[in-house]
């Protein structure tokens, strides 16, 4: 149904006033006649007319005034001026301020007066149709470019899983995305490991390292007492910190979202400036921030997959396969740069003796204990694989024969003064240790056969020795 058009009538003079209503509603408009000047705001806001027609000889107050007032509430609103004896330099001046027209009193045709009066209401109505579907247009665009935004995001997201096992390299990366659709200054996040918290924050530029810790505080402070508690380490930018008294800077306004899934508290995440963040601008913050604790949990669980693909699942260490890989990968390094790498193939002696005497939980947790022992008696670089059974082996690049002989040796000491104490009971335990050391030409059989031989030799010869003959 097509709105009524609303007209504002104001003029002093009481008959002509009466007349133009009258005839004006026969034309179907809806009219407020006012013989005095009401109060502007308060009618227009409430008549919401679509024109307005105006004397310019008012008592108190002169028309072109009341034009000015009427132009600063609604600068659209048509309005139509009406003078007895208005001069060429009057008629110029209240076109310029802004007038629809001016017609001269009395008027040649009161048709006439209409078909003025509604071509100036189907102008504004036009013109606020118009208005309105460019702001629609306008928010229906924000919402699409939102919407592409967010599947960029996500498709960001999702190739850091399997490339990345970093979730300080996901909320970086995550700070650079989120420029994309709000603003703010700083982007900080809060970590929580087991026993440790991580803060980071995220910025353009150099930044104010008051700023830095200010927001480093917010965050910290953020952190629930019962969580607080647990914290044995805190780092803050990388270097060590101490969770005391935040520095706040009191202008700095900021907003935090809970980064949780599926149970699990990864941290906090918040954005921070100068002025307040409004409502939009928070949920906008919560609903990305979904996609990034997704993306974390979903990097937690391709992690513990891959762990569980190259890990022996009692142990710990590295599993036959991974094991036989990397021996591949060292071979091949080998051959092409020359370098020496020696092979440590090591077995527990007597190892059905500790199952038969102690049961076989003592036995896991022998086998469990000297992976231990075997990964803290070596470099980092060395790799430790269970190759079966109670059978380890040991990657010792860059190491040659008498080298890996002296490694195996401090090996072979360390699991007999291991301590092995299972449910109050002692339990003595060895190791028999072969050697093998690359040589040009080797392939992988060829390494494991010398030091498994090497083994077969040391347990011939009693037991708890290296051999790398």
Do not use: W
Request: charged share 25%.
């Amino acid at each position: 149904m097509e709105e009524k058009k609303r007209l504002i009538v104001i003029d002093d003079e009481t008959a002509l006033l009466e007349i133009l209503k009258e005839f004006l509603q026969g034309f179907g408009l809806e009219v407020f006649a006012y013989e005095f000047v009401p109060d502007l705001e308060s009618e227009l806001r409430e008549r919401r007319p679509h024109a307005v027609l105006l004397d310019i000889l008012m008592p108190v107050v002169s028309g072109i005034e009341l034009l000015t007032r009427i132009k600063k509430i609604d600068e659209q609103l048509p309005v139509i001026m009406m003078t007895g004896y208005a001069d060429e330099a009057k008629r110029v001046e209240v076109l310029r301020k802004g007038a629809y027209a001016l017609l001269t009193k009395p008027f040649k045709s009161f048709e006439e007066l209409y078909h003025t009066i509604n071509n100036a209401m189907s102008h504004y109505i036009a013109s606020m149709q118009m208005q309105a579907l460019t702001v629609e247009i306008k928010e229906r665009y924000e919402r699409e470019k939102l919407n592409i935004i967010e599947l960029n995001f996500l498709k960001s997201l999702q190739q850091m899983i399997g490339e990345t096992e970093e979730t300080s390299f996901v909320l970086r990366s995550a700070y650079t995305l989120l420029k994309e659709f709000l603003d703010f200054r700083y982007f900080g996040s809060l970590l929580l490991g087991e026993g440790s918290l991580d803060v980071e924050v995220y910025h353009d530029g150099a930044g104010d390292l008051r700023l830095i810790e200010s927001v480093a505080g917010v965050l910290i402070g953020n952190l629930p007492d019962s969580e607080k508690v647990r914290i044995e380490t805190v780092t803050v930018q990388g270097r060590p910190a101490t969770i005391g008294s935040p520095i706040v800077d009191p202008v700095l306004s900021c907003t935090m979202v809970e980064l949780s899934a599926a149970g699990r508290i990864y941290g906090y995440a918040g954005l921070f400036r100068y002025h307040e963040f409004t409502v939009d601008e928070v949920h906008l913050l919560e609903r990305f921030c979904a996609h990034i604790t997704v993306t974390l949990e979903k990097i937690r669980l391709f992690h513990e997959v891959r762990v569980l693909s190259i890990r022996d699942g009692l142990t710990g260490v590295y599993n036959h396969a991974h094991s036989m890989g990397m021996l591949e990968a060292e071979i091949g390094r080998a051959e092409r740069y020359g370098t020496p790498f020696s092979l440590i193939m090591a077995d527990i002696d007597d190892f059905k003796r500790i199952n038969d005497t102690y049961g076989h939980l003592a036995g896991d947790y022998v086998l469990q204990n000297v992976s231990r022992l075997l990964e803290m008696s070596l470099r980092t670089i060395d790799l430790v694989g269970r190759y079966g059974g109670e059978e380890f082996i040991v990657i010792l690049p860059e190491t040659n024969a008498e080298q890996a002989g002296l490694t195996g040796e401090r090996v072979r000491k360390a699991i007999e003064s291991g301590g092995f104490i299972h449910e109050g009971r002692k339990i003595e335990l060895t190791i028999s240790v072969g050697v093998a050391t690359y040589q040009t030409g080797m392939d992988l059989p060829a390494v494991i056969k010398i030091a498994d031989d090497n083994l077969y030799k040391a347990k011939k010869r009693g037991k708890n020795r290296v051999c790398y003959e």
